[in-house]
T-cell receptor, first 113, second 113 residues
Framework: QKEVEQNSGPLSVPEGAIASLNCTYS??????FFWYRQYSGKSPELIMS????GDKEDGRFTAQLNKASQYVSLLIRDSQPSDSATYLC?????????????FGGGTRVLVKP | NAGVMQNPRHLVRRRGQEARLRCSPM?????VYWYRQLPEEGLKFMVYLQKENIIDESGMPKERFSAEFPKEGPSILRIQQVVRGDSAAYFC???????????FGPGTRLTVT
């Protein structure tokens, strides 16, 4: 089992619709969770961080965290073609060698006009 | 520009040469991380450094790779005797605190011919 799992996609979404991205993680004691957006050929860009159970909203983005289910999600409302990118879920994992940020493989999102 | 800076942006090396990648963290950030992203693959942690200290190098190959973050100047990732398999994008990230949000630089794309 991968430590951080995401559906690779592509997730095809019509313009104006809601894109829903999911991420599960294996470390029950993880406390810090992040979503990054990465355009092709570019570096990851931090778009959301979440540390507590529940929802956190920032503009058109909403992150949802459920630590009991080891599940974090990202909703993109009113999706735009410019949202077409790969979205990376990242979790701070507790490891014997040292805590580190572990990334999922990413979900590719395609927003169609 | 207060962002994470990396140079060079593109680097071409012949097999057997050395590659030196530089990273200057964001202002006020003292934690530096290096990641590698192979084509069509996810981000993999390599090393975590603070000034003059390597905190965690568990993701770094045992041979040919080394990293430093001197008291003065940028962090450097050094790859000796490069091989074709080293061709990848190398990203540096920095954070203000250890398990806090990490911000990525634009990356160095290394091509080994």
């Amino acid at each position: 089992q991968k430590e951080v799992e995401q559906n690779s996609g592509p997730l095809s979404v019509p313009e104006g619709a809601i894109a829903s991205l999911n991420c599960t993680y294996s470390d029950r004691v993880s406390q810090s969770f992040f979503w990054y957006r990465q355009y092709s050929g570019k570096s990851p860009e931090l778009i959301m961080s979440i540390y507590s159970n529940g929802d956190k909203e920032d503009g058109r983005f909403t992150a949802q965290l459920n630590k009991a289910s080891q599940y974090v999600s990202l909703l993109i409302r009113d999706s735009q073609p410019s949202d077409s990118a790969t979205y990376l879920c990242a979790v701070f994992m507790i490891k014997a060698a040292g805590n580190k940020l572990t990334f999922g493989g990413g979900t590719r999102v395609l927003v169609k006009p | 520009n207060a962002g994470v800076m990396q140079n060079p942006r593109h680097l071409v090396r012949r097999r057997g040469q050395e590659a030196r990648l530089r990273c200057s963290p964001m202002k006020g950030h003292s934690h530096v991380y290096w990641y590698r992203q192979l084509p069509e693959e996810g981000l993999k942690f390599m090393v975590y450094l603070q000034k003059e200290n390597i905190i965690d190098e568990s993701g770094m190959p045992k041979e040919r790779f080394s990293a430093e973050f001197p008291k003065e100047g940028p962090s450097i990732l050094r790859i000796q005797q490069v091989v074709r398999g080293d061709s990848a994008a190398y990203f540096c990230a920095s954070s203000r605190m250890k398990e806090y949000e990490q911000y990525f630089g634009p990356g160095t794309r290394l091509t080994v011919t």
